[in-house]
């Protein structure tokens, strides 16, 4: 098996503990990761916080970070393909779409590499005669920056990006679920050249490695992304730190057709906005809400298109939908798609998960008037299309 070890204060190393993460497509064990415990955050918040303080990254130019970022750049670019296969194995996402976000994921931290030496103050006049009033922005410090595992080189990138541009340190903390693609970037910023301690990436549990980041006093910022519920912890973890927030959460998108649409590019649409992550994305196109007149059409579309998707290993190029990234979300799903149709949701297609290795559900439709149904109000991050019509 594969040993992954976390990244702090300039230094791979391993955690407190291991967890042996599972591969989706298989549903069995592949590698180890660090488990980030308290002790370990502590190390990686002091780390962050004495390089914002002292050393090579305070005294260090806008256009010097900027370089960096570039340098950060150029080595996610050449490396793209080696992530781009570890986040399939360690998420199940499938390589068409992994190798396609790392490909401009690079993009994203010379964009900010560009922005370092962009960030202007102001002069304000007043009216006091012998004072001036400059306004100078200034790094807001610490930032704790939390992940989920659906498109987290991305996701890390724009939160990576901008808080080093702007003169922040970080601590990055992976998903659990997946890891292994972050922790390989770990080696990117090392090569980069950041000075130690300016970019920490660990990984862990919530309840006690992400407890630890979110209320930690010399946390001053938190950038977050996945669900709500946990988003609500760390709220209230910030309010001992009064570390300002950044929330990205997740959502039931709807996705509209009248009768006039054209119904075949529209059920291409929406067999995308579902299919897409296997279904696991924050703007998955979850809800299709539907003009009565033109739904059992556009149902019968739907069905064939969503039967025809090739589902297989993740691995496989030609495959359009993968496994889901853990069992745990399997069984959820499973369970809400149960619930809606013993309370009266027609199952149009799937609702069952596959008799095969690996964490696979397959595309699912449910024909579902009641608004207030699971599978309509519930984020099921998979492969389910709830159906209401007007």
Not at 162 to 174: F, I, M, Q, S
Not at 266 to 294: D, F, P, T
Not at 323 to 336: A, F, G, H, K, Y
Request: aromatic content about 6%.
């Amino acid at each position: 098996m594969r040993h992954f070890q976390q990244y702090i204060d300039g230094q791979f190393e391993d955690a407190a503990a291991t967890f042996p993460s599972i591969d989706p497509a298989t549903g069995e064990y592949w590698a180890m990761m660090p488990e980030a415990r308290s002790d370990d955050v502590e190390r990686a918040v002091e780390a962050a916080h004495r390089a914002i303080h002292t050393g090579a990254w305070p005294a260090m130019t806008p256009t010097a970070r900027g370089k960096l970022l570039m340098r950060l750049a150029d080595l996610t670019s050449v490396n793209a393909q080696v992530l781009a296969e570890l986040e399939t194995r360690d998420t199940g996402k499938i390589i068409r779409e992994t190798s396609a976000q790392i490909a401009y994921v690079a993009d994203y931290y010379a964009y900010y590499g560009g922005l370092a030496d962009k960030i202007e103050g102001a002069h304000l006049p007043i009216d006091k005669a012998d004072m001036e009033v400059w306004i100078r922005r200034e790094p807001v410090g610490v930032v704790a920056a939390i992940v989920p595992w659906n498109s987290q080189l991305f996701l890390a990138a724009v939160k990576l990006g901008p808080a080093l541009a702007a003169g922040c340190t970080v601590v990055l903390k992976a998903s659990e679920d997946g890891p292994a693609p972050l922790l390989e970037f770990a080696r990117l910023v090392h090569e980069a050249g950041f000075p130690p301690g300016v970019v920490n990436i660990i990984t862990g549990f919530g309840d006690e490695c992400g407890a630890a980041l979110t209320r930690h006093p010399k946390v001053a910022h938190v950038a977050f992304t996945g669900g709500p519920a946990t988003a609500r912890h760390i709220v209230r973890n910030s309010a001992e730190n009064l570390a300002s927030t950044s929330l990205e959460l997740g959502g039931k998108s709807p996705f509209v057709v009248f009768a006039d649409a054209d119904l075949d590019s529209a059920a291409n649409a929406q067999v995308a906005g579902i299919l897409a992550a296997a279904g696991q994305s924050c703007v998955a196109g979850s809800r299709l809400i539907i003009e009565s007149s033109v739904k059992q059409r556009f149902l019968a579309i739907l069905k064939a298109k969503a039967e025809a998707v090739r589902m297989g290993p993740p691995d496989d190029p030609e495959t359009e939908v993968g496994p889901l990234c853990t069992n745990r979300q399997r069984q959820l799903i499973e369970s809400v798609v149960d619930a809606s149709v013993a309370a009266g949701a027609g199952l149009v297609t799937g609702g069952r998960a596959q008799d095969r290795p690996g964490f696979f559900f397959p595309p699912t439709i449910l024909d579902c008037d009641d608004v207030e149904a699971a599978a309509t109000t519930t984020e099921l991050f998979g492969p389910v299309l709830t159906v209401v019509s007007f």
